[in-house]
């Protein structure tokens, strides 16, 4: 049986928050506890891509952390590949991406790769090499020379990327990867999440972006107020049970008009929905932009 | 692309590699945030001081002079560097983000913690060090100025002895460029380091930069009135046994800085014993290894 790439049991994590009280009778600081995750569990597959979605303040980023190891649970566990999280080698197998992260502005990518492939005691030709590598596959060996300082934040999202996985970790985690990015950026950063996937890296992504999510993951767990709500693949959690679809090309009138007389001789059954279908704002947006480039 | 499954790098739970890399990446952003552009001030001002010529004054007592305002520049310099360089890295790393990215690879939180403190400390090394070069060639040139004049002036005057002019040559030299000098740039980078260490222990806990950089300048004016402080209170209080006890506790976590003070005394041409510095740096290193575990004790459990 293989480990799966993260297992978080019974996770609990409360903080403590102090409030100043003009109550008369109850003036001064007072303490009050804030459940941000509530005996959640989710298992993370070796090989798969899974999306944890909620609204803001649904403790997402917390649990996160946990997994990460950023952040101690007040009760319950959560392992990367069988190892504690709190244990620095399960750590050579994640790599994160936080929402919106800036680096050392100081350093050109090149240079800030080079320090996170250090850190993970990578050295000699083999950094250098794998630095190169990963600055192609993020499409940056243009800007490799130039400060973080003067890069986009699309350009941020890809080395971020790339210093996530410059120890080739099995386990990915991205925290809003597509946060603030532009359609075509975000393109590049789904592609690549499904280029992990094809590699066999584990992924676990936070995102409220529900389309990209869908687009991506291959079990998706809903949380809400800090307790996971639903989780399951994506056809279990979004298949209408009593419906089915199909789209024509190139169909006569005529053929549709049998279609509809079939359907009709059913009974029970309806039309739910006919028309033609449309495209989205941001495929249209790609299109035209990959037609100028 | 290679795929994860190539065989991996075993990593050991403590690395110096991993804190070196950490040091080497806080001097590198630290130099490109253009905070050396202080060493150009230096050096514009020691170069001033060279070329004043205080006309009423002695040789022996310009050299003096320049001593002391350039190893004060240099001795300021280095604490206020030490406050301000410490209390931008780990606030600033937690605002953007950068410490997930550096605490979710295989780093430990000491390893971060050490390597940030190693290069705020290896840059103020260099600045001193830098500055003190600069220093001493200026006292050189200005000596061998001094000297050539006093003996112009010598042979001009009235006569004098061999013996007397070594004197008065010596006296000059007593005051010019001498490698002892070194001692001072030392006694101001073991005051920077207790300095850095404080700063990195208030900013474990500290909300902003800002608020670093004042509680440690705050806690840094305080251990310069250190025994003056104490007196008082014992004194105000007739020994009461808890102003006693809070004394003590006071002169425990507040660094006497005065103790560093011995650098004046080697500017203005006294001699110091080895023993003073051995101690001193034998001081520097206790409450650098304290700070530093508290520091620890603290971070090991922030969340982030």
Redesign the interface.
Known sequence: MSTSAVEVKNLTKIFQTSSYSANVFKKGITSSYLVAVDNLSFTVKAGEVYGLIGPNGSGKSTSMKVVLGLMAPTKGSAKVFGLDTSDIRARNDIGFLPENPYFYRHLTGEETLRFYGKLCGLKGSALQDRISELLALVDLEGARKRRLAGYSKGMLQRIGIAQAIIQRPRLVILDEPTAGVDPVGSRQIRDLILNFKREGISVFLCSHLLEQVQEVCDRVGIIFQGQMHSEGTLDELISIGNRYSFVLENASPSLIKEIQKLVAKEKGATIAEQGHPKTTLEHLFLKIAGTKK | ??????T??????F?I??IW??AT?TM??LV??KTFYFLIVFAVLVTALGHIDIMSASAVSQLETIKKVAFGTMDIFAWLYAVVATALLIPRDLE???L?????????RIEYLVGKLLGVLLLIAASLALMFLACLFMLHLKQSSFVSSELIAIQSGPYMTETQINEQIALIKQQGARPVLAIAALASFLKASVVAAMTILISTFASSSLFTIITSIFFFLIGHAHGMMADFWLNKSDGNFLVRMLTKIFKLLIPDFQLFSFSEGVVSGATIIPQVVWSMGFLTGGYLFVFLLISLMIFM?K??
């Open positions: 692309m290679t795929t994860f499954s190539e991996k790098i075993r990593i050991p739970v690395s590699s991993r890399t950490i990446g590198t952003q490109r945030m953007d983000r950068t997930y990215t550096i605490l979710s690879k295989p780093v430990l459990y969340e982030f």
